[in-house]
């Protein structure tokens, strides 16, 4: 099979909702094993199929509570590489934003060692023999500042070699990069083949700036995109008290901004979390939405939301109201 069938068969498998696994490492809160299990398990239910982790969500703890509740069952997972896991002896109940996490640190790596191992690691604690979609988690200046450009010397170098060998075996089906960049996107395509990125935050109600370039050449290359945080840190589905928005507590021009979509919205009887939701599915590179998810009632909205009919006027007054750009699709175009 060529690396063109590969990509295919394994992108073309991707359903329209996936389950966000950061929350479930504990991100920002403390979750038990039981409720960590009531969400997977309600999933599951919900005919949820798809399910993305990674290493760093509660150093492991994420990767190790889905390998549990998904041993035997059929289901894509996506894994990332890009931080090694070593073990330490700390009291400290946050670090790095997740809450009573395993007993490890963090350390970025993106060397081929580096990949190969935590690859290895991710596969012990998952329970599984191959990973759907291989991603290199958190490249880009943005987060590593001046770091940036040793990190993607020594990925290019090394981890993306490492990645391409992996799927060449097998043992990946499709690979690419998990980030909250955009600019970091557009640099891999300059220089590496990927099959699909996952970018959070960068493509939603709030954000359209990918409509420039990104997406057009994610378009032209056959790249896949998923889209992680639609809700953009959850500012585009929380009502009252503290508003998130990328990791942080949204500004006042975006909270402003939310309500103005908000009052589109209630105008057609939709909630805004459902336009939040089905609103990147209709750029045709964009296959899949993952909305994090820690409780049942969370994972029944997001099922309830991907399905509700949307009227063609709500997106036509948005852009009207300047809330989102003319230029975006509002529904995917017919195969």
Sequence with gaps: MTDDAKRSETLARLPRLGFGGAAVGNLYAPVSD?????????????????????????????????GEALAGRDVMISTKVGR???????????????????????????????????????????KRDRIDVLLA???????HGDAHVGHMRDFLDG????MCELK??????AIGLGVNEQAVCEEILDHADVDVFLLAGRYTLLEQTALERFLPRCVA???????????????????GGMLH????????????????LRRVCAVHGVPLAAAALQFPLA?????????????????????????????????????????????????????
Excluded: K
């Design 84 to 126: 090694r896991l070593e073990p330490i002896q700390t009291t400290e109940r946050e670090r790095h934003g997740f809450v009573d996490a395993a007993p490890f640190e963090p350390v970025f790596d993106y060397t081929r060692d580096g990949v190969l191992r935590s690859f290895e690691d991710s596969l012990r604690r998952l």
């Design 283 to 335: 750029h045709p590179a964009v296959l899949s939405v993952i909305p994090g998810m820690v409780t049942p009632d969370q994972v029944a909205d997001a099922t309830l939301w991907l399905d509700m009919t949307i009227p063609a006027a709500l997106w036509s007054d948005l852009r009207s109201e300047g809330l989102i750009r003319i230029d975006a699709p509002a529904t995917r175009a017919a195969a």
């Design 168 to 173: 060449d075996s097998g043992a990946v089906g």
């Design 159 to 162: 981890g993306y070699q490492a």
């Design 221 to 239: 290359r056959s790249v896949g995109v998923i889209v992680g945080g639609p809700f953009n840190s959850g500012v585009l589905v929380e009502a």
């Design 34 to 66: 039981a409720t960590a299990r009531a969400v997977i398990d309600a999933a599951l239910a919900a005919g949820i199929s798809y399910f993305d982790t990674a290493p760093h969500y509660g150093f492991g703890l994420s990767e190790t509570r889905l």
């Design 137 to 143: 988690h958190d490249l880009g200046r943005a987060t």
């Design 245 to 260: 928005y990328n990791y942080e507590a949204a500004p006042r021009e975006i909270v402003e901004r939310v309500e103005r």
